[in-house]
Antibody
Framework: QVHLVQSGTEVKKPGASVKVSCKAS????????INWVRQAPGHGLECVGW????????NYTQNLQGRVTMTTDTSTNTVYMEMRSLRSDDTAVYYC????????????WGQGTLVTVS | QSVLTQPPSVSGAPGQRVTISCTGT?????????VNWYQQLPGTAPKLLIF???NRPSGVPDRFSGSKSGTSASLAITGLQAEDEAEYYC???????????FGGGTKVTV
């Protein structure tokens, strides 16, 4: 069965960086891309970006360009999302989600990682 | 402001039918891109509910159905149950932004 397991809660000061991991299992890792989305407290879902786990091609949300980097480690089937120069409005739960190209949908999600910037 | 527009909330009594609208533009839903729906129960991650406008993943009850027409889509829940209380989000792809976009979410109260 497919699982995406994310790293734990982070508390960071403004201006610091954070790196959140998303470890995949139960499927061929490089056959599916990984999306990242965030949800600020009491708010909706905001896309952060996407990484192709086969060729490491990335696509970041325009307003986060320059502050976010996504990488993969195929030896451990893990995707990383690093965000730099953190601000208080980056406080959110960050989710990874598998991109199913056949159905053009995000079919499996991680449990979420709370990042607090304070 | 979300690119896709949803009503903030809808409510219904147990057993009733409710619908949630999702309105887009000619660069997303109206351009022919499919609409997906996600259910987020309180304190949990979103879960895929409907993909490709009207298809249910395995395990999703047939009380949930989706449709799309023009620049809008809808999610219907029939035979509303207490366990359906959740936030529901629509999603599509936007060609002018070259990005996936979500609606602002609709809180369903039973």
């Amino acid at each position: 069965q497919v699982h995406l397991v994310q790293s734990g809660t982070e508390v960071k000061k403004p201006g610091a960086s954070v790196k959140v991991s998303c470890k995949a299992s139960g499927y061929t890792f490089t056959n599916y891309g990984i999306n990242w989305v965030r949800q600020a407290p009491g708010h909706g879902l905001e896309c952060v970006g996407w990484i192709n786990t086969y060729n490491n091609k990335t696509n970041y949300t325009q307003n986060l360009q320059g502050r976010v980097t996504m990488t993969t480690d195929t030896s451990t089937n893990t995707v990383y999302m690093e965000m730099r120069s953190l601000r208080s409005d980056d406080t959110a739960v960050y989710y990874c989600a598998r991109h199913n190209h056949d159905s053009s949908s995000w079919d499996y999600w991680g449990q979420g990682t709370l990042v607090t910037v304070s | 402001q979300s690119v896709l527009t949803q009503p903030p909330s809808v409510s219904g009594a147990p057993g009733q039918r409710v619908t949630i609208s999702c309105t887009g533009t000619s660069s997303n839903i109206g351009a022919g891109y499919d609409v997906n729906w996600y259910q987020q129960l309180p304190g949990t991650a979103p879960k895929l509910l409907i993909f490709g406008n009207s298809n249910r993943p395995s395990g999703v009850p047939d009380r949930f159905s989706g449709s799309k027409s023009g620049t809008s889509a809808s999610l219907a829940i029939t035979g509303l149950q207490a366990e359906d209380e959740a936030e529901y989000y629509c999603q599509s792809y936007d060609s002018s932004l070259s990005a996936w976009v979500f609606g602002g979410g609709t809180k369903v109260t039973v």
